[in-house]
């Protein structure tokens, strides 16, 4: 049984909410983020919070509760302090550069890839092996992430690719481990 859809969402200072029926625009610092939920599920905007109700206990409508609360903290989070996703590059020569505001990496390919920065995204190089994708919307920050990781996904073998921070990837053996009885 989900908890977390009971618990009113805090609107920090600084930060305007405004819930039109099953709209809600959530306005802070770093921008603006507006999304539309399920007609079923009550968004209530008191002094100093939301809340979030369901019509009943049955199952549909108590997971949309749970993720109608959460996507909206995510709104009031996203306009406050921002998402960020970590990514690193291994691999002899592998590297990734700015190029304007679009992030060119070089992974093996016979050229370099382009990735062009879609909007509400900034990236960050810190070092040529490692690249910060900042933004507001949690989900698009994710998304782009993980188009960066498809262009070269770690292999098994020597575990070259582009990785998450901190993502261990599980390492096969070779054929040569195979014959050695």
Partial sequence: ?????????PIPSGVDVSVEGTRVTVK??????????????????????????????????????GLTRTLIANMVEGVTRGFEKRLEIVGVGYRAALR??????SVGYSHPVAFPRPDGIEFEVPAATRIVVRG??????????????????PEPYKGKGIRYEGE???KKAGKAA????
Avoid: Y
């Fill in 1 to 9: 049984m989900s908890r977390i859809g009971k618990q009113p969402v």
């Fill in 28 to 65: 802070g610092p770093r921008g603006t983020l507006e999304q539309g939920f399920h007609r079923e599920i009550r968004i209530l905007k008191d002094d100093g919070s939301i809340r979030v109700e369901r019509p009943d206990d049955e199952g549909f409508h108590r997971a949309l509760h």
């Fill in 100 to 105: 304007g505001q679009d992030l060119e990496l």
């Fill in 136 to 153: 507001n919307d949690k989900q698009q920050v994710g998304e782009v992430a993980a188009n960066i990781r498809k262009i070269r996904k």
């Fill in 168 to 170: 261990h990837v599980r």
């Fill in 178 to 181: 195979k014959g050695a009885h």
